[in-house]
């Protein structure tokens, strides 16, 4: 269903454009010294949303006070030209930061439509310039939390790019890792599908009748991504954790699993009933958990003979067997209670709260000789007594979820920040053990060896990609942090850049998978070269933290080179000469020939919109390079232009 008559209304009308101003910037070069002159293509009183621009055409979106207008301007006549524009009147709480593209006279630009149960809208829309009227080209939506439609920012957004007469434009299903969506052509004012995308597109470029696109890949390998909360039986012999589905600040949708120490033998004891937080009886004959409707069960260790016992969460059993710990919430509290195994005598032992929100409770932990718990409170170690006496910050520590004793009761291992730590119980020596990002810590009866969960073979963790699945898999480390291996898995999964060159039918010409630096951040192509820059988000795991540029051959996949460049980098375009990119503020451009990195201009410290300070919508078009500048009071497009 369009909803283009509820949202727009299109009024042709020609305006004079204000006249153009000029200015200067010195470039910096770490080979030589050299001015390039910028110029003002465009001043505005108003914000400038999106730009695009096609040999000797530029467009952009200007905000209005009620609304927005879209411009396209020829360049031929000089900075006091008047060409045709169009205004778009549309509702006050239209998302309309999008993006833009031009072909000649044609304009397209797509713009966060609406929200509504739990779904968000982009509309694609079209004009011509000198036409009467703007065109509907299509609808995207996908899922997405309230949230982002209050804070006026839509993920992801849809991508367009163009070259000559060619437009192409791209937007995922929805925005989890799956919905990948097509890739689509415009043409005589409709979309017309062009391929399928094996992975979600995040970088997108058109020239000389090609389509360029750079893809995430993640090839999985053995693991499943699945295993969550392991916890060591008391006699060593067996591994119980969750086995399902996690999702970021929810509940899971998991299982009890329980394998041997060595990850063999796994299956689920549950019958496929939803658990959380789970704790082994000492004679690891029992096992206690949260179930789905937030109640304490326990239940044998085969899975037999489960008993609801009463409200709470994070059940932790006594080294002696005779009292289950575990964790109530109140209104604005949250307290630890005891217990008896059978659900009876039911006692609080402290009551935390009310804090500045978020109030977290999360533990407890007994220590092994049962005369402390150590539990974590608003991301804070604290050690009590067992009958909830001399409550204690332990060394000044940050803690995360459930900490875990060592067998002998002398430290005390948890998570804290991208990373797990230990420290001993009086709270000196305090270590790090892991540097990942690793969570929920348990100790071997042996004292020698720490089972966690982690996110170290998910791909998607990191990357900046919104996605709505955790993968986690279980790792084994020394007690020293020495030694860290899979427990889980033998194949660790691994993550690619996939560089495709599409004709403007969708026939694929060529491809190469970049890996080791696995999320693209844009792509360019320049005669029979195409340039993607990539960035390692998983470096912990594959290597040091940084973007590159690859340049490969357009025509075969081939790969012809790998430039290293600082994190945080964008490409966005490339003529024959040069692959232009942005790194912050600065302006750099990458000589294709020598493969040595050429400082081009500074952009003004500018007003974040888009979540992009500066520069806005960066674009190559022949030798002149193009960028948004939104100031405070006022806007300006401003440009420069390559030399060989």
Known sequence: MSLLPAMFVAVA?????????????????????RAFRVRTLVSSRRRIWAFAQDGSRIAWISARRAGCAVHIRSLHGGPTSVTPTWELRCPRDYLTEGALALAGRSGVWAGGGSCGNNECFWDVIGARAGARRARHLGLADFPCEPAECGNRVLYPPPLLAS??????????????????????????????????????????????????????????????????????SPDGSKIAYLDGYFFPNQEPDA????????????????????????????????????NLDGKIE??????????????????????????????????????????????????????????????????PAWSPDGTRIAFSFSN????????????HNVGGANSEGKPAWSPDGSQIAFQSGPGLSVIRADGSDLRPLTSGPDEEPSWSPDGKTIVFASHRDDIYAGSGISYEREYLELYLVDSDGSDLRPLSFTRPADGASEVTVHSAAGRLLSKLDVY???????????????AVCTSNAQASRTGPRGDRITILDARTGAQVAAVPIGSGSIVAGADEHWVVFSHGPLIAALNLRTRRVLDLARAAKLVALRGIYSPLDLTVSGRRVAWVENLHGHARIRSLELQN
């Open 13 to 33: 009308f020609v305006a004079t454009l204000a006249a153009a101003g000029s200015g200067s910037a010195a470039a910096r070069s770490d080979s030589a010294q």
């Open 163 to 232: 070259g000559g007469q060619l437009l192409a434009y791209y937007a995922p299903d929805d925005i989890n890792t799956s919905g990948r969506g097509e890739l689509k052509r415009i043409e005589g004012g409709r979309m017309r599908p062009l391929f399928a995308p094996t992975g979600i597109i995040q970088g997108l470029a058109v020239s000389q009748g090609r389509i360029a696109t750079a893809s995430l890949l993640l090839h999985r390998g053995n693991g499943c991504g699945c295993l969550n909360v392991p916890v060591w």
């Open 255 to 290: 299982s009890l699993a329980v394998m041997n120490a060595d990850g063999s033998g796994r299956h689920d004891i549950s019958g496929g009933a939803q658990v959380s937080s789970l704790s082994w009886s000492p004679d690891a004959t029992k096992i206690a958990y949260e």
């Open 298 to 363: 326990v239940a044998n260790a085969d899975g037999s003979g489960s008993v609801e016992l009463t409200p709470g969460r994070d059940p932790a059993w006594s080294p002696d067997g005779t009292k289950i710990a575990f964790v109530q919430y109140g209104d604005n509290s949250a307290g630890i209670f005891l217990m008896n195994p059978d659900g009876t005598g039911i006692h609080e032992l402290a009551t935390f709260g009310p804090s500045a929100p978020p109030l977290t409770l999360e533990g």
């Open 380 to 391: 804070t170690l604290e050690v009590m007594n067992a009958d909830g006496t001399d409550v």
């Open 516 to 530: 080791g630096y696995q999320v693209p951040c844009g792509i360019a192509l320049a005669g029979s070269l195409a």
